[in-house]
Nanobody, 124 residues
Framework: QVQLVESGGGLVQAGGSLRLSCAASGRAFSSYAMGWFRQAPGKEREFVALISGSGGYTVYADSVKGRFTISRDNARNLLYLQMNSLKPEDTAVYYC?????????????????WGQGTQVTVSS
C-alpha cells in the first residue's frame, strides 16, 4: 500500500510555471506506475499524465502535451509535474495517483491510491 501527499499548488498568472510534487510513503515506490489527474469546478476528473515505475515511459493528455512534464525520483519516493505556459483552463485541483504494476492505463478507476489534491489557479 502507498500513501500520497501532493504539494506545490498555488496562484500563478497565465504563461507562468509551477512544479507539483507528490511524496509517496510505503515500500517499492518504483513498482508503482504513477499518474497526475485534475478536476476543475463542475467538471469530471480527467487524466493529465502518467509515468511508468522506471520513469522510462510517459503519456500525456493532448491538452497538456508540450507544456507539462511528468518525472519521478525513485530514490526519494517523489513524483513531479512541471507545468509551463499555464493557461486559465489549467485551473483545477491536481491529484497524484498510483497503481501497482503496469503503467498503460489512463482511466481513473485503474488507480486505487490517491492523494488529497492540491489547488492550481491560473489567472488571466
Amino acid at each position: 500500500q502507498v500513501q500520497l501527499v501532493e504539494s506545490g499548488g498555488g496562484l500563478v498568472q497565465a504563461g507562468g510555471s509551477l512544479r507539483l510534487s507528490c511524496a509517496a510513503s510505503g515500500r517499492a515506490f518504483s513498482s508503482y506506475a504513477m499518474g497526475w489527474f485534475r478536476q476543475a469546478p463542475g467538471k469530471e476528473r480527467e487524466f493529465v499524465a502518467l509515468i511508468s515505475g522506471s520513469g522510462g515511459y510517459t503519456v500525456y493528455a493532448d491538452s497538456v502535451k508540450g507544456r507539462f512534464t511528468i518525472s519521478r525520483d525513485n530514490a526519494r519516493n517523489l513524483l513531479y509535474l512541471q507545468m509551463n505556459s499555464l493557461k486559465p483552463e489549467d485551473t483545477a485541483v491536481y491529484y497524484c495517483a498510483a497503481r501497482y504494476g503496469s503503467s498503460r492505463y489512463q482511466e481513473i478507476t485503474a488507480y486505487p491510491y490517491w492523494g488529497q489534491g492540491t489547488q492550481v489557479t491560473v489567472s488571466s
